[in-house]
């Protein structure tokens, strides 16, 4: 008989006398809820199974996936005496449900309780310190795993490379840690020549590529995205002939760097070309290989190639509506913004700062004051977003394309009560008394310059007529 009808079909329960470690482990396996993992854990202690580590793994990851983060401490916290592996498990559940100085303290927990980490240990505690930035706690780790006979073990000195690049750029003690490395993978090479790229060492890393015993698509895709981000895009570009004589086939991270190589060089006939080739070697229009071919096509000055790329894309996350309405904006296709807006809407895509800076400007482009207040409130009030200096730009604009300086002070009402007390941007113009946009704009930027800004500032005067779009956005459902 059944114990209870909450159980979907994929786990039901029954009241056998027998529920030992192998049921438990099956029905943990098909759990699809919350409230039936803590069913399941139920009989757990009943049935005296808390003394099985893989049980309490399990549990440990399986409520930490539906972010119960307390509940698996909780289950961790019961275990008397737990084995390295749980501890690891543990950390690495810190980590990745973004409390890494949590996965810091349990791994000094660890060792003060006589606990002796492996292997898998230090990768996990060792990425904790580069989300903290906690590069000294990282130099101790170090040299913790060196006294503990781990100073030949290629997979952690993988980790203990990478920490040095991305923490600080410490770059002098990452190529320490390469130069001293007996053996060394094809990951050792590429975490070296992708760490030296991101502290700007292009040359360094170059040397070490060629120097390669075999290279993969991994390291081959690292140093031509360098040089695409050190504005080399030509060198990107014989990179990848070379990559293709010697056979090596590229991947969708390889075709995104170079077509935005092609963005940085303003070819479309280059870009027309990339996107020939990631047609006929099977590449599907994904959101990252998609939305890389809009930007491109836009900013290479064909919006109509950027509207059929947006077209055929089955899947699109929100970096792609931005891209397509950043884009329409800029080419002064301002009915098109909020047309966009309104489908991302519509698929229940959350907007972001980014998005609110293109549909703000596209209401300057139309001088609706009341279109612009509509998304100011809307962007606040229902979304919950702080407000940039973008948006205030945008705002202060429209004020004053309209003559009502005067209410300009009534523009800190539509603010909510945290964002006023952040910025209090219309106590200032009101105290200030300024009469053109130029100057509130220079106000403006004094008092929010701390703040992080998109470079997405679109450009507010152009003007040309503007074919209907939407008509040929296949809209995905």
């Keep these: 008989m059944k114990v209870s009808s909450c159980y979907t079909p994929h786990v039901n329960i029954f009241q056998e006398t027998r529920f030992g470690s192998e049921e438990a482990r099956v029905f943990l396996q098909n759990c699809n809820s919350f409230n039936q993992l803590k069913q399941i854990h139920s009989r757990i202690i009943r049935f005296g199974l808390t003394h099985d580590q ?22 961790f916290d019961q275990l008397n005496d737990p084995d390295t592996f749980t501890w690891n498990v543990m950390i690495r559940t810190y980590n990745t449900t973004g409390s890494p100085k949590k996965a810091l303290f349990l ?40 006294k503990m006979g781990f100073w030949s073990d290629v997979y952690v000195q993988n980790n ?17 840690v390469f130069d001293k490395m007996r053996v ?25 590529f060629e120097k390669m015993p075999s290279k993969d698509v991994v390291s081959w895709s690292a140093m031509i995205d360098g040089y695409v981000k050190c504005d080399q895009p030509i060198k990107a570009f014989d990179l990848f002939k070379r990559m293709l004589v010697d056979n090596v086939r590229p991947n969708e991270f390889t075709l995104v760097s170079l077509i935005k190589g092609c963005t940085d060089l303003g070819s479309l006939k280059l870009g027309r070309r990339m996107h020939d080739f990631a047609l006929k070697n099977g590449f599907e229009l994904g959101p990252f290989l998609g939305t890389a071919l809009i930007d491109m096509y836009s900013k290479c000055g064909s ?12 899947v699109r996350n929100l970096a792609t509506w931005n891209t397509m309405i950043t884009s329409f904006g800029v080419h002064g296709y301002r009915n098109e913004v909020l047309a966009v807006f309104e489908e991302m809407v519509k698929a229940n895509v959350v907007p972001d700062v980014i998005t609110f800076v293109g549909v703000l400007s596209a209401c300057v482009q139309m001088k609706s004051l009341e279109e612009g207040q509509k998304y100011f409130t809307l962007m606040t009030e229902h979304y919950g977003i702080t407000p940039i200096l973008e948006h205030y730009t945008c705002m202060v604009d429209l004020y004053t394309r309209a003559n009502e300086l005067n209410e300009i002070c009534a523009f ?9 007390a952040n910025h209090n941007v219309a106590e200032l113009l009101q105290e200030s008394k300024l009469t053109c946009v130029d100057e509130m704009e220079k106000l403006i930027h004094k008092h929010c310059r701390d703040y992080d800004l998109s470079d997405l500032v679109l450009d507010h005067s152009a003007t040309p007529t503007q074919p209907n779009f939407i008509g040929s956005i296949q809209i995905a459902s």
């Excluded at 399990?58 to 509940?71: A, E, P, V």
């Excluded at 800190?412 to 006023?420: E, F, N």
């Design 54 to 75: 893989l049980l309490i793994r399990k549990l440990c990851q399986i409520s930490s996936s539906y972010g119960k983060i307390n509940y698996a401490t909780l289950v």
């Design 107 to 146: 791994f000094n927990e660890m060792l003060c309780n006589g606990f002796l980490p492996d292997k898998f240990t230090y990768p996990f505690v060792l990425n904790a310190c580069i989300a903290s930035d906690f590069i000294d706690f990282g130099r101790v780790t170090h040299g913790l795993s060196i």
């Design 160 to 176: 203990m490379m990478n920490l040095y690049f991305k923490c600080g750029k410490n770059v002098n003690d990452g190529c320490k």
């Design 184 to 208: 060394r993978n094809v990951v050792s090479w590429t975490t070296a020549i992708a760490g030296l790229i991101a502290c700007g060492k292009l040359d360094t890393a170059r040397e070490i």
């Design 303 to 314: 919006l109509d190639d950027a509207v059929k790329v947006f077209g055929l894309m089955q």
């Design 412 to 420: 800190g009402d539509t603010i909510s009560a945290s964002t006023k």
